[in-house]
């Protein structure tokens, strides 16, 4: 078998078992891109993640790391 063929059935397989996920109606971000994640009273975000990100991508503007999208052909 080539890496072609296993591939495709380990993709099967995945699928299958996504089928069995269970996901709650606020999983993921609502329309106007708001998440429902909340910080816990008294946690702080790390205020050099940005910073950091940036700094460590290969592409970036002032407000935006700039990615490719991939192709699987």
Known sequence: MN???????????????????????????????????KEKKGEECDKDFKTIMFKNAPRANDLYLLLEKGSWT
Do not use: C, T
């Open 3 to 37: 890496v072609k063929g296993e591939a495709h059935i380990i993709l099967d397989k995945f699928g299958k078992d996504l089928e069995s996920v269970k996901l709650d109606k606020r999983s993921g971000l609502s329309k106007k891109g708001l998440s429902y994640r």
